[in-house]
C-alpha cells in the first residue's frame, strides 16, 4: 500500500516536472524568435540608411508615405517611359508643393466708381489690343511669311532673351496644341518640321495616341480646368479630358515652351486653372484665342462682372512676369462683345504672351 502510494507521488512528480521544463524551453524558443526579427529588421533599416546617406531613420520612413499634396510623376506612353525626348531627363525638376493653395484668383478694382459695362469694356479691350513688350522676330504658324490669309496666326516671338530660338536650334523645344477638332494644324506641322517636340491634343480623333513623322503626336485628350470624377456618370462620359497639370504629371514633362489654345470659350476657367495651381509658370510662351461673344463656360455674373474677371485673368498673367507681344483682331468672326454690336469689338482675338523670366 505504501509503496502504491509513493509511486503515484513520484508519477505526479515527473509529469510536474516534465511540464516546467516544457514551459521553459517555449519561452526560450519564442525569446529567441522575436530577437531574430528584431535583428533582421534593424538590418534591414541599416542598409536603407545606408542606400541614403544623410537621411535620418525617422525621416526616410515619413518620406516613404507622400503626402496628400505630393506632386508624382508617372512616365508612361513611349518606350523610354515618356511622350517626348525631354521627359526621359532623369533630372527634370519637379513642380514645387509648399506652395499655399488658391481657391480664386484676386479681382482687380473696379474701372470706374458706377461698375458699368462700358468702362469695364474700355479698359479691358485697350489692354488686349495693345503690345506691351516688343518683339523684332514674329513668327506666324512657323512660316517665315504670312502669304497664307485663311490661316489663323499663330504666332511666337524668337527674339535669342525668350529662349525659344535656342531651344529650336538644339532640338529642345516642346510644343502643346489644345483645340477641338481644328482641321487648321500648319502651326503644329511647322513647329515640328523646325525641331521641337510637338503634343497635339483632340479628343476627337480615333485612336488614343498617334506618332506621325519624328516629333508630332496626336491625343485622344483635352485639356479641362478640373479632372473628371469617376463617380458621376457625366463625368465618365467625359473622361478624356483633364486638367493640364495632370497631363505633364501623366507625361513626365515640366516645361511647356509654346502652349497654343483653342478652346471654344473654355479658356476662361482654364486659364484661371493654370494660375491658380501655379501651371503657367511651367509655360514659355502662350497663345491663346479667347472669345467674347458670352461669357464663357461657368463664368457668371452681370455683364460688368464678366469683363472685370477677363481683365482680372490677364493682370494675374502679368504678375506672373507674362507680356503681351502680339494681338490680333479677327474680323472674319462677327463684331460681337457679349451678344452686342458694340465697342468696335470683335467675338474673337489671338493673343501670343511670353513668360520674361523663362529659362
Known sequence: MLGREVRLRWRACS????????????????????KRKSLSQSGLIAKVQSR?????GHNSRMEEV??????????????N???????????????DTLKPIRWHIDLQP?????????????????YITKSQIVCSRL????????SEDTVKPWTVCLDDKFNLAYQIRNKQCRVYSFGLGEEDNIFEFKMASGGCDVHRFDPSILSAHIHEGDRLWHHRLSIDWRDPNPAIATHRLHSNTKKLGTILNEFGHWK?????????SAEWKILE??????????????????????????VSGNDSSVVRYWYSLFKELEHKDFKLFYTYKDLSKPQMFLKKEVFNASSCYILSWVNTRWT
Request: charged share 20%.
Open 15 to 34: 509529469l510536474r516536472l516534465l511540464a516546467l521544463c516544457l514551459a521553459v524551453f517555449l519561452c526560450t524558443h519564442f525569446s529567441s524568435e522575436l
Open 52 to 56: 541614403e546617406p544623410g537621411i535620418e
Open 66 to 79: 507622400p503626402s496628400k499634396r505630393q506632386v508624382i510623376y508617372v512616365r508612361r506612353g513611349s518606350k
Open 81 to 95: 517611359g515618356s511622350y517626348g525626348r525631354q521627359g526621359s531627363n532623369p533630372n527634370v525638376r519637379k513642380r
Open 110 to 126: 473696379w474701372a470706374g466708381s458706377s461698375h458699368s459695362l462700358n468702362e469695364e469694356a474700355t479698359r479691358f479691350l485697350h
Open 139 to 146: 513668327q506666324t504658324n512657323g512660316l517665315t511669311d504670312q
Open 256 to 264: 511647356i515652351d509654346v502652349l497654343k489654345a483653342d478652346m471654344e
Open 273 to 298: 486653372n493654370l494660375i491658380l495651381e501655379g501651371i503657367v509658370e511651367q509655360i514659355g510662351q502662350l497663345i491663346v484665342e479667347i472669345h467674347l461673344h458670352w461669357p464663357g463656360f461657368e
